[in-house]
């Protein structure tokens, strides 16, 4: 069954850190570009960072500039957000997600995981 689950969110206080872990089931992520897009509450969802199957990146928030970084770990089927200096606007659901390519002007992805929550707050 093909699943990608995410792990890693929690409460944190504001210039914390986190570490989101992005997991395949079913799914090779080293032949796949995987992004992370997040959805504060009562917004849009949008979209955070990717990194393509080459392994460059995709940043699609400036918010996070210099703050969080995407990786992966292709012998754990793994892509990690690490995520530094956090805010109160970093506060959402964050979900990982594959396609073959990082998207541009959409979000549209083939496979989405479920999302877990980041909560920065003191």
């Known amino acids: 069954q093909l699943q990608l689950v995410e792990s890693g969110g929690g409460l944190v206080q504001p210039g914390g850190s986190l570490r989101l872990s992005c997991v395949a089931s079913?799914?090779?992520?080293?032949?796949?570009?995987i992004g992370w897009f997040r959805q504060a509450p009562g917004k849009e969802r949008e979209g955070v960072l990717c990194?393509?199957?080459?392994?460059?990146?995709?940043n699609y928030a400036d918010s996070v500039k210099g703050r969080f970084t995407i990786s992966r770990d292709n012998a754990k089927n793994t892509v990690y957000l690490q995520m530094n200096s956090l805010k109160h606007e970093d506060t959402g659901v964050y979900y990982c997600?594959?396609?073959?390519?990082?998207?541009?002007?959409?979000?549209?992805?083939?496979?989405w995981g479920k999302g877990t929550l980041v909560t920065v707050s003191s």
């Open positions: 997600a594959a396609a073959r390519v990082c998207p541009e002007g959409h979000y549209d992805m083939d496979y």
């Open positions: 990194i393509r199957s080459s392994g460059g990146s995709t």
């Open positions: 079913g799914l090779t992520l080293q032949y796949y570009a």
